[in-house]
């Protein structure tokens, strides 16, 4: 399974890799049936809609809340927007991309970012 | 752009199902990588043009694996493009049931209906005869042999198919990258080429067996070339002085995927694709090889170390 995600690591660094949408996690952004592209980049910022590798080896398209350490190393915090709770640190040896078509507006990314804050504060208070 | 609208008028009238009016009832079998394939509706001039394209690979009924239906369509459905400086890419539309295809006066459509024993093509075209008729259908059946070596676990792949000594090498890379070039250089010390656009690839016990199609490019259709070859390594060629670098899994199932024409558009068979061209990948050796104009290139493949 390694060996596929990295060969498609591969493809996406040399051009945009098309994706099939399964679900509603990411609606109304996106619904089951959509294809995105998904291109690999040197940075991903919140509010970015990011395709990355789950632990059960499917692919996942979720929003980028921010950064945390995890296991030592920096980890991506991700949620879907239709989804109530925010996912397992994701590495970012299993991100793919992030979805070209996606271009957040600065007040979608501040929004991102305020979830991520919320998400940390919940975390301090406990 | 949406789909279709390069090449079609109104793609909303785009066929939602494989039926339309026949050119004629005349029908031929092609031996094809995939299995036998049935083109039928054809109109006895198209029959012919078919026959005459594919020469050795007609031949009169029998058990089809694949069928390819083709119907007219009015000239009217299709846009007049400018083909100068023009680089022809068919538009492809995957879904999970089935996929679309416009292109240069021709609309198709493949279909896995449920229950179905073989894959169903179907091409609209409205071209009756002659060169453009048989370069319509073949654009066709490029993308139904792609989705059929698929379906068997194989695929079709973008390569330079190089073979002597009974053994085959297989010579991926985008267009440009050197893959005529190559194959003229081996032609010249003495190798065949199955082609140097598209060649099959099917699983045989632990090994891989490359096959040739009659799909070429530059060098057109090699006779005296094998139809079949057990593959000995994959080499995805690159520009610079003559090195040979061996290919980690993923570096060379990533080309592989690369190299896939239309089914590595098609989101909803990516698992499959990646199904099966793993096991392909990891069956030869892989190797980056780069090398200068004028290199031994057929001695340079035969010392590849096993």
Redesign the interface.
Known sequence: MTTRFEALRELAREAPVEVGVRGDCMAPLFAGGDRVRVAAARFYVPGDVVVFRAAGGGLVAHRLLGYRLHAGRLALVTRGDACPAHDAPVPLAAVLGRVETVRPTLAARAAALGRFLGLALSKVRR | MSFGAQFLRVPDLFPGRPAGEDWGDRAVTLSIAGGPCLVSGLSAVQERDLRERFGGLCRDGGEAAVSLRVFRAPAGDFREIDTRGWEYTLDLD???GGLRVAGMRLMARLDWPAGASRLAGALWTCEAAGEEWTSVCENTLRVLTAYRLLELGGAMIHSAGISGEGEGYLLLGPSGAGKTTASRLCLEEGATVLSDDLNALVREGDGVRMVKLPFTGDLGDRAGAPATVPLRALLRLAKGPERLRPL????A??GL??AAPFVN?D??R?EAL?DAL?PLAAAVPAWELTFPRGARLWSILKAIPR
């Open positions: 995957p879904s999970p980690s899994r993923a570096e199932l990533a995927v690369a558009r989101p909803w990516r990646l793993q």
